[in-house]
């Protein structure tokens, strides 16, 4: 398990690009037969990538969370982003079909993934968060997530905003995940920008085209960066942090928060006339 300790945002300001990869962007979350986790110290969120192919994948608890098994003290969030695979939870199974997800309570202690079909394997993508409650395992597809419209064409941002893990689907302890779908020549998300000190966020990206790419837009509104992002990476955003992109061309993000509260519409709006 990769580890990431916590950023102020005065020392952020005098980042490299070098220095801003290292410690907000993650890489390389789906290799073959591999469980890739990245714990990061903001929050305490985990951010992983599963991609079972010719064997069984099991979660295992390791030295950095100190407890016997992984999901002792947390609660998980998982969205399949690959073909049909399976997820088995302390013995029962759940099929998940592209974009379909998966809420795991705190107590269950076996958590084992596997693909339908070797040759298109399932990718399992996840964020974990530290718990107080047991709630019940349920599985979630993208019918049963709920649905927000957001942008307009003149915007260049129509999308829609699909959220999985969140009051009006389940119940969870603190974590909310999500996924984002820019309609076809759309290519901006969440401009006019905005952060929320309350929790902190962490954006996957997918369906990028190898010759595409997106500008993710990060840092406090009066000290912004950029970081470029390419398919299947993912970019932790502190509390502190504006979350925005821009793509050469539309492309899907799955989103994850842990913080205070659970109100989706908690934000801090940031006016365009502030922002440098």
Not at 11 to 35: C, G, P, W
Not at 76 to 81: K, Q, R
Not at 139 to 153: R, T, V, Y
């Amino acid at each position: 398990m990769e580890i990431r300790n916590g950023v102020h945002p005065e020392d952020a300001k005098h980042y490299t690009t070098e220095k801003m990869r290292k410690e907000f962007l993650i890489q390389d979350l789906f290799n073959s037969d591999e469980v890739k986790l990245v714990y990061s110290y903001i929050d305490r969120i985990i951010t992983g990538g599963i991609k079972p192919v010719k064997q069984e994948l099991k979660l295992e608890a390791g030295r950095e969370i100190g407890v016997e098994y992984f999901l002792a003290r947390r609660e998980m969030g998982v969205i399949n982003i690959g073909a049909k695979g399976t997820v088995k939870v302390d013995g029962e199974e759940y099929s998940l079909d592209p974009k379909d997800g998966l809420y795991i309570g705190m107590g269950n202690k076996e958590i084992i993934f596997s693909s339908k079909d070797s040759d298109n394997p399932a990718k399992f993508y996840l964020n974990s968060a530290p718990a107080h409650k047991t709630y019940p395992t349920k599985k979630i597809n993208i019918k049963d997530a709920k649905p927000e419209k957001a942008g307009s064409l003149e915007n260049s941002n129509k999308r829609t905003i699909y959220k999985y893990l969140h009051p009006d689907v389940l119940d969870t302890c603190q974590l909310l995940m999500g996924m984002t779908l820019l309609e076809p020549h759309n290519v901006w998300n969440t401009m006019p920008c905005h952060t929320h000190d309350r929790r902190m966020e962490v954006y996957f990206y997918f369906n990028i085209a190898e010759d595409n790419l997106v500008f993710h837009l990060m840092g406090e509104p009066d000290e912004t960066r950029h970081l470029v992002v390419r398919n299947e990476e993912a970019i932790i955003n502190p509390s502190w942090s504006i979350h925005s992109g821009v793509g050469t061309a539309n492309y899907t993000f799955i989103w994850g928060m842990v913080g205070e509260n659970q109100t989706f519409s908690d934000m801090d709006h940031v006016p365009m006339g502030r922002l440098k």
